[in-house]
């Protein structure tokens, strides 16, 4: 599968694919790693699991991969499983990063650090995770962050959205509904930005989460010809 077969597959209800959010759970190879590390991850057992395990099983298999701002590292941990040559996870809060870590410990080339995103280099990584991460920092860091990890020749991105076609000058401010303050951009937004940064941007949100007013949107971001990685 390509990253667009899998967002058209989605779109037609796919197999891989459970649309009653409230029933979806990890991956059991994810939840087994969960299990392991004593991690609370119930706040996003969701159906965007299942699609970010297919993209990044269509794309890791031999590429040394790194998931900026990993917190639990479960999609670090997604990117070994699925044949990453290496897979690495940077985490700020070192209550995330010592946990996730221990959880890994025994498994060959696959890690979580503690690190700074905005100043971490990822020049030496064919392919980025920036999974749940930009929509937490404000526009100023997002820049600095997109700065890094355009170093690489493959991203993929995720935003929180509105979903419409109107340009805020700043990211919108909300609070999440698990407390924390998350920072809007919308799609317009959001593509410009990361074209800023790469020469292709691909937006592969499934469809069926284009209707909520609020969403998670994914890009796949390169600075090289598709071709390079299909």
């Not at 929180?160 to 909300?174: G, R």
């Not at 790469?198 to 499934?206: L, N, S, Y």
């Amino acid at each position: 599968h390509t990253t667009t077969d899998l967002a058209r597959e989605s779109s037609k209800g796919g197999s891989f694919f459970i649309h009653t959010c409230m029933e979806c759970k990890y991956p059991q190879h994810l939840q087994t790693y969960l299990d392991s590390g004593s991690f609370d991850e119930k706040w996003s057992r969701t159906l965007r699991n299942f699609f970010l395990d297919k993209v990044i099983a269509s794309y890791a298999k031999g590429l040394k991969v790194i998931e900026t701002g990993s917190r639990s590292g479960v999609f670090t941990y997604a990117a070994h499983y699925h044949g990453a040559k290496e897979a690495l996870g940077i985490e700020f809060r070192s209550n995330f990063s010592k946990k996730s870590s221990k959880a890994l410990e025994n498994i060959p080339s696959c890690n979580v650090i503690h690190g700074d995103s905005r100043t971490f280099d990822h020049s030496d990584f064919d392919m980025v995770l920036c999974l749940g991460l930009l929509y937490n920092v404000k526009d100023k860091d997002k820049e600095i962050i997109l700065e890094q990890v355009s170093k690489c020749k493959f991203v993929l991105a995720e935003f929180w959205t509105k979903n419409n076609d109107k340009l805020y000058p700043v990211s919108e401010t909300v609070v999440h509904p698990n407390n924390t303050t998350q920072y809007l951009t919308n799609n317009v937004k959001s593509v410009e930005m990361l074209s800023s940064y790469f020469h292709h941007v691909e937006d592969i949100t499934p469809q069926n989460h284009i209707a909520a007013p609020l969403q998670n949107r994914y890009y796949i971001c390169r600075q090289e010809e598709a071709s390079l990685f299909l």
